[in-house]
């Protein structure tokens, strides 16, 4: 997926007529739950940015060419720090007070999330960012998005579920089945698995798990959008 997506996205939203709420994710694969719930509602629009700042910066000037949301999500999975957290857990973060007083009425936790430059696969990795960030959970496109909100004025909440904890390694380096658009290159990935065929059922849970947390994180965030 990539930030020429969600400009499209945008751009289909302008001619509906503006979308109240803009809710970013980095990948379809984080997307797809909330997609379901969101399909035929004209007051959202769901924008896949790619992965990094980098590309979410970009996506999200685009999109805001064409359109003028009240204000922004920037969602997806997170890798928790805080072993406290489990996977599913949504979190936030935000300097707005009426999006914490509706992500705290969703059930959704504050948290300090930190905005890293790649994906942090080992428990040493993880622990290191705990020591030397003090952040309960890491993801890699929201700083670059608050940037662009504060800019412009636009209200803005990071919201984010835990997809692996603290305590699990990934299965693979995903860093190192990136393409230089930090997309996941299926090439490379094939021939990892092909590799370490070990690794499929590592990977397997790694997609039950991720499917788990992309259903909570849309749960949560209807309860924002559409609160009951």
């Known amino acids: 997926m990539s930030a020429e997506r969600g400009v499209r996205d945008a751009e289909s939203a ?22 379901q719930i969101a399909e035929g509602k ?18 999200v000037r685009g999109g805001l060419k064409t ?7 920037t969602s997806g999975f997170a ?11 949504v979190i936030f973060s935000t300097e707005n007070a009426a999006l914490c007083e509706k992500l705290h009425a969703a059930g959704a936790e504050p948290s300090k999330i930190f905005c890293a430059a790649r994906i942090a ?14 952040a309960d959970a890491v993801e890699m496109e929201s700083e670059a998005i608050h940037a662009v909100c504060r800019e412009r004025g ?5 919201v984010r ?4 904890t603290a305590n699990e390694h990934l299965p693979l380096d995903f860093n190192r089945l990136a393409k230089p658009d930090l997309s996941l290159d299926y090439g490379k990935l094939a021939w ?12 397997l849970r790694l997609q039950k798990n991720c499917r788990f947390a992309a259903g909570q994180l849309a749960g949560t965030l209807a309860k924002v959008i559409w609160p009951p």
Do not use: M, Y
Request: hydrophobic share 40%; proline share 3%; net charge positive.
């Open 67 to 73: 359109f003028s949301p009240q204000w922004i999500l």
């Open 192 to 203: 990892a698995v092909a590799r370490s065929p070990g690794k499929l059922g590592a990977l």
């Open 42 to 59: 004209a007051d959202v629009l769901v924008l896949i940015t790619g992965i990094g700042q980098n590309n979410a910066e970009k996506a």
């Open 154 to 158: 636009i209200p803005c909440a990071t």
């Open 121 to 134: 696969t080992t428990v040493t990795e993880k622990q290191e960012l705990r020591r030397t960030t003090g």
């Open 14 to 35: 302008a001619r509906r007529g503006a979308a109240r709420v803009l809710v970013c994710f980095a990948l379809e694969e984080e997307a797809g739950a909330f997609r």
């Open 161 to 164: 579920v835990i997809s692996d």
């Open 79 to 89: 890798g928790g720090l805080n072993q406290t957290l489990t996977t599913g857990d």
